[in-house]
């Protein structure tokens, strides 16, 4: 019975292990499939915008280009929001998840991040006649202010949490968001500095507030599997490489405004 029990205890971990569930070989599989499956909003400029005729634009559709191009694939862009992004991209649906996606402690409890590709920060953008109302959480965390948010991603967590005073709007994406800010229907939309940096070009009645001193410190990366180490040191790498031969600067100056 004693020599039974010991080699039951000694089989356990063996059994343990054959049953845990193995790291998928994304590298592997993009590879031989040829195609690079990228998890995207598609509503965040300039990181990935989907048009009118269903294609994606924007520095983040450029990188997955390049990192697809180093795998002898195709980047192939599946549809998301971020309310769904997390749930979507751990179903197995797609290989990265890509699109101005900010780094949190909530979504790397699900999946791992690459490096860091560009330090952002939340940022109001207001009417600009409206910009020295605005200057900080204070002025904004005020129950006279209509603050606009998206559903599902760190800029209704950011508003939801620090302006717990203000009037918050829920916008069904972020694409019309700037609308209703230039048209009146809501006061300020906190976002990262490079789309409201972005956002002003493209109306000129909006400003971002004191982008180059965002109210919060955010981070940008791209969502990789859990547990695929050699998937993730090889985008890590793909980055690195990138930044260093001066791809990424060239494709960051054609999108983000500086």
Same mark, same amino acid.
């Given at each position: 019975?004693? !020599? ?11 059994? /343990?292990? /054959? ?10 599989? #993009?590879?031989?499939? !040829?195609?690079?499956? #990228? ?50 991209? @751990? ?72 302006? @717990?005073?203000? !009037?918050?709007?829920? !916008? ?20 990262? /500095? ?65």
């Amino acid at each position: 019975m004693k !020599h039974l029990l010991a080699a039951t205890l000694l089989a356990a971990p063996a059994l /343990a292990l /054959a049953q845990s569930p193995v790291p998928a070989d994304t590298l592997s599989h #993009v590879m031989e499939s !040829h195609t690079l499956r #990228v998890c995207s909003p598609g509503d965040y400029k300039p990181f990935s915008f989907q048009k009118t005729d269903g294609n994606f634009e924007g520095l983040d559709v450029d990188l997955m280009a390049s990192l697809a191009s180093a795998l002898g694939a195709k980047t192939q862009f599946v549809k998301t929001t971020w309310a769904k992004l997390m749930d979507d991209f @751990t179903s197995g649906n797609c290989d990265i998840g890509a699109g101005g996606i900010s780094v949190s402690l909530e979504r790397q409890k699900r999946a791992y991040f690459s490096i860091p590709y560009m330090i952002n920060g939340k940022t109001p953008i207001t009417l600009c006649t409206n910009v020295k109302k605005f200057q900080t959480i204070a002025d904004i965390n005020k129950p006279d202010v209509r603050v606009i948010v998206n559903p599902g991603g760190s800029n209704e967590k950011f508003a939801k949490t620090n302006l @717990t005073k203000a !009037h918050i709007i829920t !916008h069904e994406n972020n694409i019309g968001i700037f609308k209703e800010v230039a048209e009146g229907r809501a006061d300020v939309f906190v976002t990262e /500095a490079a789309e409201a940096k972005v956002q002003s070009k493209l109306n000129p009645t909006l400003c971002p507030v004191n982008p180059d001193k965002p109210l919060q410190y955010a981070e940008m990366g791209y969502l990789l599997p859990s547990g695929d180490m050699r998937f993730k040191l090889f985008v890590d790498q793909w980055l690195h490489l990138a930044k260093a031969s001066g791809e990424y600067a060239k494709l960051a100056d054609k999108w983000v405004p500086q």
